[in-house]
């Protein structure tokens, strides 16, 4: 590297750096089942973070009993506890509300099992301090090596969410949907509908949702997680149709939301020309081929024709639509002109 190159870098090293301590950074951790693991993730805080709520949502442990002793020797912990469990959604939004109250400028998420780095904080916040993202999430997909630590369960499970959940949220380029690993600039924060955003497990998947409906930008970033031997208090089939219901909903309404409501265009003839040609030509070419087998005739070539030709322009409408959803992608960040409109 020339002199130049490495004097470029340190000095945008010290300019990230100075950012960094002058953004006021909340982290919001829920905690349930974590007595054994939250002394170390609140330990490993840096210095960069200027407050966090922990939220005890009802633990059966009373994680919130050893979070009162360690806050005795870190003054910028917060303990909130429920009486009862709202869910991991449910309990990061009231410490978002807390955060966005108390004046922080970026709330993080972490979870309080350990999986997740507190040292990699200001990498998660820093698209957000530079003004290239106003939602951060981590991606443990991006380095192949990281997949080998990964349960093949939830390698199996994230990949088939990932696609769900580009189609529901509309954000193509993103993976790993289910990453609690997250940071949101507060202004986007103030600008979703916290009341409305699912409070059980889907909550990452439905925040996406909200965010594309205010056009803010989503990045990823790299990130590794560390898998323990802890069992998770997910209910695998309750959860499954939670997701399930959650995407096909938020399909819809994005769809609806984007291409009728708010806007119309090309993109939107060519998804109502093509579910209507794909419906008509699955429908008749159905019906006909169940009508000859119970006759025991093979089915007319003309007849055939009828059907499998609205199933090929169909499918090429589909394919069209997609392709121009794919790079409707948001590319402006939106929480400055936010903030402005506050100010």
Request: aromatic share 8%; net charge neutral; glycine share 8%.
């Amino acid at each position: 590297m020339e002199p130049s190159d490495m004097a470029s870098v340190i000095v945008q090293e010290q300019l990230e750096s100075e950012t960094a301590h002058d953004t006021n950074i909340a982290v919001v951790i829920p905690c349930y089942r974590v007595r054994d693991q939250i002394d170390a993730v609140l330990s490993a805080m840096g210095p960069d973070v200027s407050l966090i709520y922990c939220i005890d949502d009802a633990c059966p442990e009373n994680s919130g009993d050893v979070i009162e002793r360690i806050a005795k020797r870190d003054s910028r912990i917060r303990l909130i506890r429920h009486q009862e469990n709202s869910g991991v959604g449910g309990a990061v939004l009231e410490g978002y509300r807390q955060a966005i109250r108390d004046g922080a400028d970026i709330l993080v998420k972490i979870d309080g099992d350990g999986q997740m780095d507190p040292g990699q904080i200001g990498r998660i916040t820093g698209p957000i301090r530079s003004g290239d993202a106003d939602y951060v999430k981590g991606n443990r997909f991006f380095r192949l090596e990281g997949l080998r630590a990964m349960p093949w369960v939830r390698l199996a499970g994230n990949a088939g969410l990932s696609f769900l959940t580009k189609l529901s949220t509309g954000y193509w380029d993103l993976f790993d949907p289910t990453n609690g690993f997250t940071a949101i600039h507060v202004s986007v924060a103030k600008s979703l509908p916290l009341d409305k955003i699912s409070k059980r497990y889907f909550f990452e998947s439905d925040i996406l949702f909200r965010l594309n409906t205010l056009r803010a930008v989503v990045a990823d970033v790299p990130m590794t997680a560390v898998y323990g031997d802890d069992q998770s208090s997910l209910n695998v089939v309750r959860s499954l149709f939670e997701f399930s219901v959650g995407h096909g909903r938020n399909t819809v309404k994005r769809l609806f939301y984007n291409y009728f409501l708010r806007n119309f265009s090309m993109a939107s003839i060519h998804l109502v020309v093509g579910t209507v040609l794909l419906l008509f030509g699955t429908a008749f070419g159905a019906t006909h081929w169940i009508h000859s087998a119970r006759i025991g005739q093979t089915t007319p070539p003309g007849t055939v024709m009828l059907a499998a030709l609205p199933l090929i322009l169909g499918s090429q409408f589909l394919l069209n639509f997609i392709a121009f959803d794919m790079a409707n992608i948001p590319r402006n960040p939106i929480h400055r002109r936010l903030e402005r409109d506050n100010a």
